[in-house]
Nanobody, 120 residues
Framework: QVQLVESGGGLVQAGGSLRLSCAAS????????MAWYRQAPGNQRELLAT?????????NYADSVKGRFTISRDNTKNTVYLQMNSLKAEDTAVYYC????????????WGQGTQVTVSS
């Protein structure tokens, strides 16, 4: 089992920045991929960024956030971050982190989400 707790959301003006945190606990050694998603009202959940475990730490980003958002991790704290810069009103959503394990079939754990509101 893996538990995830997001924090860092809030209200920010357009053009501003926020950093979201996702603290993982439990069997974190089984995590192979960490990811950030968001979901705005009436929209499907959107994958924003992924970060693989291991020394390489490969990252991938959705086109909508590429160049503005950065996913990173601090292994000493079992925490993954999403640095969000140049925020736009359309970035307003609930942001979720997810951890994918492969001990058997792939399984995704989810945090409770954190609200990000960007005022224009």
């Amino acid at each position: 089992q893996v538990q995830l707790v997001e924090s860092g959301g809030g209200l920010v003006q357009a053009g501003g920045s926020l950093r979201l945190s996702c603290a993982a606990s439990g069997r974190t050694f089984n995590i192979k991929v960490m990811a950030w998603y968001r979901q705005a009202p009436g929209n499907q959940r959107e994958l924003l960024a992924t970060l693989t475990s291991g020394s390489g730490g490969n990252t991938n980003y959705a086109d909508s956030v590429k160049g503005r958002f950065t996913i990173s991790r601090d292994n000493t704290k079992n925490t993954v971050y999403l640095q969000m810069n140049s925020l736009k009103a359309e970035d307003t959503a609930v942001y979720y982190c997810s951890a994918i394990t492969y001990t058997g079939p792939p399984y995704s754990y989810w945090g409770q989400g954190t609200q990000v509101t960007v005022s224009s």
